[in-house]
Nanobody, 127 residues
Framework: QVQLVESGGGLVQAGGSLRLSCAAS????????MAWFRQAQGKEREFVAA??????????EYADPVKGRFTISRDNAENTVFLQMNSLQLEDTAIYYC??????????????????WGQGTQVTVSS
């Protein structure tokens, strides 16, 4: 079975940093684009970042609100994708989910493009 397990969330003051991890299993991790999404209370799930495969590891895409502050990375040997979050702001408060597609290739930035999802990890930014 495909499993995605997020960790690393927590409570942090504005301006602080967190590093999220997503441990993947049950599929060919290195050949799949991986992505992070988030969902704030009362809002729809939204794209955060995505990273390319073992063939396109240099490709990354970020949502405008997190550009310059968040960095997505991956360790294919450990089947893990990371999200380094710096300069956190109140509006970053959300449940953060990692996601993987079923097929090989770049598939986009909308939630519906991804097949597999973790349970999420809560990130709360305080003032």
């Amino acid at each position: 079975q495909v499993q995605l397990v997020e960790s690393g969330g927590g409570l942090v003051q504005a301006g602080g940093s967190l590093r999220l991890s997503c441990a993947a299993s049950g599929f060919s991790f290195s050949t799949r684009v991986m992505a992070w999404f988030r969902q704030a209370q009362g809002k729809e799930r939204e794209f955060v970042a995505a990273i390319g495969t073992l063939w396109t590891a240099g490709r990354a895409e970020y949502a405008d609100p997190v550009k310059g502050r968040f960095t997505i990375s991956r360790d294919n040997a450990e089947n893990t994708v990371f999200l380094q979050m710096n300069s956190l702001q109140l509006e970053d408060t959300a449940i953060y989910y990692c996601a993987a597609p079923e097929r090989i290739g770049w598939i986009g930035t909308i939630p519906g493009a991804y097949t597999y999802w973790g349970q999420g990890t809560q990130v709360t930014v305080s003032s």
